[in-house]
């Protein structure tokens, strides 16, 4: 499969999604105590890091690291807040 710019942006927002759906899995692995969320997390990761690579081809690393990390870290808060019931305070901020 010939990558284009666009494979290349698909490639990027794969990354996120299933990095995303690590991060979750990270929450819901318990320090690693639960085997299922534990594969589940080190085959996300993996996945997302390919996926990231995979974009890195055609797309500037300081574009496509930016995205990556901005967008899952706006995810990663909104999951917190939606699937886990945590709260974002000033106090836990600090």
């Known amino acids: 499969m010939k990558l284009t710019k ?3 942006y698909v ?3 794969l990354s996120v999604v299933i990095g995303q759906i690590g991060t979750g899995c990270l929450e819901a692995c318990q ?3 639960r085997l299922v969320p534990t594969l589940a997390l ?3 990761y993996a996945v ?3 996926c990231l690579s995979k974009a ?3 797309i500037d690393l300081s574009i496509a690291f ?3 990390l901005a967008v899952g870290t706006i995810g990663s808060a909104l999951m917190g807040a ?3 019931h945590q709260t974002v305070s000033p106090v836990a901020l600090s």
Do not use: R
């Open 6 to 8: 666009k494979t290349a």
């Open 11 to 13: 490639a990027l927002i």
């Open 31 to 33: 320090a690693f105590t």
């Open 42 to 44: 080190i085959v996300a």
């Open 48 to 50: 997302s890091y390919w």
């Open 56 to 58: 890195l081809m055609l």
């Open 66 to 68: 930016a995205t990556w």
């Open 82 to 84: 939606f699937l886990f």
